[in-house]
């Protein structure tokens, strides 16, 4: 598959918005963090001898196209209506990480879009794990089944795949027997939405949460909380309050994770890397898992793009999709899609976007 190198006009503005998403890829990286460093402390303290990181992670085995590695992130959504229980990948991002560079940029795909699955059936983007991954009789899983989805949604190659949860963000964090955050300001939020109570009574659908001003010790609930809340008072209802609090939790969490007293702790780092395993869908292998590690020592999780595909932006800002007012066609549901009639155009601005002159 060949990239086209788009450069990008100067007064062109990268995206930085919706900067949530760091929190789901700083999770992923979470758990490979935690395997590396059960499989580096293993060979010896050596190993974290900068010299020998650099050179481990130049002859990383890792996948990657044109010098770029490509992980698709899935976060995944499980509900409960009466009786049925579902699974959607409402969250698609793409993370492409620069093997030169180190630098990330991060894609969004709405849940919306609609596509055609490798066995020719056609849904919305976010059935599309779950479908396969129920019939995987068809001889693809439901990692495969996205991937290739995504790739030709995208234009790009996707090396990677890993699905995510909630869930693991909570257990995490009470594995590591809490986090240390400090508050910069007192807020309440009054509409704080109550998982499974979707389809509720309004007056049932939310909850109170506050915090207090200053250092505290934060568990996973808890922490998850103070990085969702959209509504709170006191200025903390701005997308961007809310990624610096996500910024807080995730240097919180990155140190606990890679702190003296996990490493030596045997107990808690396999309470951690038993966590990974079992809650995380990936095909990355435990040798992956190391190279993961090495890589995002390099990272700079300041510096990180994030773009989006819509209906609303400008075209030149990802707005490459519609709904269509007929819904005939697609099941009768809302949906998404490419406004050019296929997806040419959104792989040329992926590519301006991971080769453009940064």
């Not at 990692?143 to 995490?172: C, R, S, W």
């Amino acid at each position: 598959m060949d990239y086209v190198d788009l450069k990008i006009k100067k007064e062109d503005k990268k995206k930085k918005g919706h900067l949530w998403v760091k929190l789901f890829f700083m999770f992923v990286i979470l758990g490979l963090l935690v395997g590396g460093g059960v499989a580096l402390a293993k060979r010896g303290a050596n190993w974290f001898d900068p010299i020998s990181v650099v050179a481990t992670v130049s002859a990383s085995n890792l996948k990657e196209t044109d010098g770029r590695t490509n992980l698709l992130l899935l976060g995944s959504d499980k509900r409960s209506v009466g009786t049925i229980n579902s699974e959607l990948t409402d969250t698609l991002l793409l993370v492409s990480i620069g093997r030169v560079e180190h630098d990330v940029v991060l894609l969004s795909l709405p849940r919306d879009l609609w596509v055609e699955d490798p066995n020719g059936y056609k849904s919305k983007i976010n059935e599309v794990y779950t479908n396969n991954k129920l019939n995987e009789a068809d001889n693809i899983s439901g990692g495969d089944a996205i991937m290739q989805v995504t790739e030709d949604v995208l234009g790009v190659p996707i090396h990677y795949y890993a699905t995510i949860n909630f869930e693991l963000f909570k257990n995490v964090i009470d594995i590591l027997g809490g986090i240390e955050v400090n508050v910069d300001r007192s807020f309440v939020d009054y509409y704080y939405p109550v998982e499974g109570k979707e389809n509720a009574p309004e007056n049932e659908r939310y909850e109170t949460v506050a915090f207090d001003k200053g250092p505290q010790t934060m568990d996973g609930d808890r922490a998850l909380k103070y990085v969702r809340s959209r509504k709170g008072t006191n200025g903390e209802s701005t997308d961007f309050a809310r990624s610096e609090r996500q910024q807080k939790v995730i240097a919180a969490v990155k140190n606990k994770a890679l702190s003296l007293d996990t490493l030596v702790n045997p107990t808690k780092i396999k309470e951690l890397y038993d966590l990974y395993s079992s809650q995380v869908d990936t095909n990355i292998n435990f040798s992956d898992v190391q190279s993961f590690y090495l890589l995002s020592q390099q990272i700079n999780f300041d510096r990180i793009t994030s773009v989006v595909l819509d209906d609303r932006s400008a075209a030149d800002e990802g707005g490459l999709l519609y709904a269509p007012t007929g819904n005939e066609l697609y099941q009768g549901r809302y949906v998404l899609i490419p406004k050019a009639g296929d997806f040419s155009q959104v792989h040329a601005y992926v590519q301006r976007y991971l080769f453009s002159q940064k």
